[in-house]
């Protein structure tokens, strides 16, 4: 079968701006030294200090004020002892301390390890441990998510964590938790200039945790040319006009918003709406106020605001103008709902596929080359394959595991090496998701490996049954897991959330499935729901629903 490739590296090297470098041309292996994640926000900064970097509710901050406030981390940070190649962990919704933090830490040429905001004391002081964290900054919370009291206890149950920094939402405000500093408090009085720590482009930058779903979760390395070449992919295909503004509602802590829009945003000069909390009347309110042209989100938001009842309150016809493209990624967007926003929204979204293992972006579909219902083509530099159970490519069109190969996979596990071993083989990382090309070289998902259903002997791939499910003229939302089966091994049942005002039956959903589907794949069981339960970047739960 044919390795599906993007464009060359020639392509891309004529207009890599970082390297300070104008006819940059040269083969990969000239930039194994002296590169710095860090050098997407000093860049802006030297060439758009004044333009606004960050919006957060009436906050805003230029360029210039926030390479300041990071060189501010890096010197305090100096001064706390951290030195190259030390882990320093942050726990931060989407609010202006992340990016501040986030380059501070990589100015020292430390690593930065970001935390999901939903971890609770025991979770954090795995990571923390598993990271060898020397610091950790945490944001103080809130009634609701008490952040600090959570982030504190796991701090005290990890020896190797020397320092906790509590993020507070009022600077003059003294931290609760004994022999600790507010992030106010550390960073005052500490000059507003540094001169970045040289490391190689081959060194760790970042530490992402995957989600744990099959053990536990799992520090994926990446390096400063992983992540700085996955910003740059969309400088290439975002349709861009003059500088953008990006709504950015995905949890900064996981990869899809770190790479495709805060990193490849400040690479670009472009200007970050943070939206701590994503609703659909938030997002379509930062839309009309700040005239977003970027927008990128996982399936959930996109139904959320499709069905958002009182969308029409909002200017949505100014809204779809200012909008360029959007983007969709996290898990396998339906059709249904992807060809009703674009009509709703006036406006094209592009879907693609990555992993927190390939920084993430692997696949993407272009704006002068996309297909619906696929994740598009192999972005540059990267190669993928879709092969079977021994590793050998598949037949295009039929099924199988997807592996990849590039400038984007991970170092590895960090502290995991039998993990790390069985993952990347030969250079080529296996993914455990499922997928297969079509004759012109779009690669679609199936599914994940772990969520297949074996009925009778049959393959049930819940992806497909779900695309089906969602033209039900009664299904807004819907999950199709295995649940065990004494005859069958497995039976399959789907979770349903009816729209507004249907009225089904479960008898009545698997009587249309059964005309709709083949006999050994529809559903048999149904379960209505008002909700599904969802991880904090909006996926879909099934290890909660089996």
Known sequence: ???????????????IHPFNCKDFNYPLSILRIMLNLAILLEDSARNVPERCAVICGDARLTYAETNAKANQVANALRDLGIGKGDKIALSCPNLPFFPIIYYGILKMGAVVVPLNV????????????????????????TADLPMGEFGFEGFSQTETCEKFILIGANPTEKSPFENTNTFAEFTQNQPTKFDSVDTQADDTAVILYTSGTTGQPKGAEL???????????????????????????????????????????FYNGA?????????????????EKNDV???AGVPTMYWALLNYAEADRFDLAKIAANLATCHAGGSP??????????????????????????????????????RAGSVGFPVWGVQVRVVDENGADVPVGDLGEIVIRGHNIMKGYYKKPEATEAAIKDGWFYSGDIG???????????????????????????????????????????????????????????????????????????????????????????EFRETLPMTATGKILKRELR
Not at 226 to 244: Q, S
Request: with cysteine.
């Open 223 to 265: 390096t400063h040319i992983n992540m700085i070449l996955n910003a740059r992919l969309f400088g290439i295909y975002d349709a861009r006009r003059g500088f953008d503004t990006h709504l950015l509602t995905l949890p900064l802590f996981h990869s899809f918003g770190q790479s495709v829009q805060m990193n490849s945003g």
């Open 118 to 141: 939903l971890l609770k004391g025991r979770e954090i002081a795995y990571h923390l441990s598993n990271s060898d964290a020397r610091a950790f900054f945490c944001f103080q919370g």
């Open 436 to 526: 297969r090309f079509d004759t012109d070289g779009f690669l679609y998902i199936a599914d994940r490996v772990k969520d297949m259903i074996l009925r009778g002997g049959f393959n049930v791939y819940p992806r497909e049954l779900e695309e089906v499910l969602m033209t039900h003229e009664a299904v807004s939302l819907c999950a199709v897991i295995g649940v065990p089966h004494d005859e069958y091994g497995e039976e399959i049942k789907a979770f349903i959330v009816k729209k507004g005002g249907a009225i089904a039956t479960e008898n009545e959903i698997v009587e249309w499935c059964k005309t709709n589907m083949a006999s050994y794949k529809y559903p048999r069981l149904v």
């Open 333 to 370: 967007l339906p059709l249904e709902v992807l060809r009703n926003f674009e009509a709703k929204f006036n406006t094209k979204i592009m879907e693609g596929y990555g992993l927190s293992e390939t920084s993430p972006v692997a696949v993407f579909n272009r704006a002068a080359n996309s």
């Open 271 to 287: 200007t970050l709406n943070l939206l701590p909390r994503f609703t659909p009347e938030a997002a379509l309110s930062e839309m």
């Open 293 to 295: 042209t970027i927008f």
């Open 1 to 15: 079968m044919k390795n599906y490739k993007a464009e060359n590296l020639e392509s891309l090297s004529a207009s």
